[in-house]
């Protein structure tokens, strides 16, 4: 049986699709861009910020599951310009424990929802 997530501390789906999905001990979390949930905005200033609010959104999403960012198995992230491999991953690291950080790919696109620069989803694991 699945189970719908949602947290008003992320951003409301732009489109048919539901912020989480949790099937059993699995919380699937869609793709997340830079929206401010609180104005609706996008965060783009430079890939720093955008990258923040993106994990922020998560990790809400993750939050309201009753999990943690310590039980993401896995993320895939999207990213506009593999030139920004290395900013995104230095914010991205910043949520994870090194030594037990999730699964990952990272994969350059040629768009994404709203022309934004990084969008990335989680898998978790939920206790």
């Given amino acids: 049986m ?7 501390n992320a951003p409301a ?5 539901s912020q989480a999905v949790q099937v059993a001990n699995l919380l699937f979390v869609s793709g ?3 929206i401010d949930p609180g104005s609706g905005t996008l965060v783009t200033t430079d890939i720093e910020s955008e990258t923040k609010q993106v994990m922020t959104n998560l990790q809400a999403i993750i939050e309201a599951a009753g999990a943690t960012m310590q039980d993401v198995v896995k993320c895939s992230v999207f990213v ?3 030139h920004l491999y290395a900013r995104i991953n230095d914010v991205y690291a910043t949520y994870f ?6 699964a990952r790919e990272l994969v350059e696109v040629a768009n994404l929802p709203k022309f934004v620069n990084v969008e990335i989803s989680a898998i978790v694991q939920i206790a």
């Fill in 80 to 82: 506009k310009d593999m």
């Fill in 97 to 102: 424990d090194e030594k037990t950080a999730p």
């Fill in 32 to 34: 997340q861009i830079a």
């Fill in 13 to 17: 789906p732009v489109g048919p699709y």
């Fill in 2 to 8: 699945k189970k719908i997530i949602e947290s008003k």
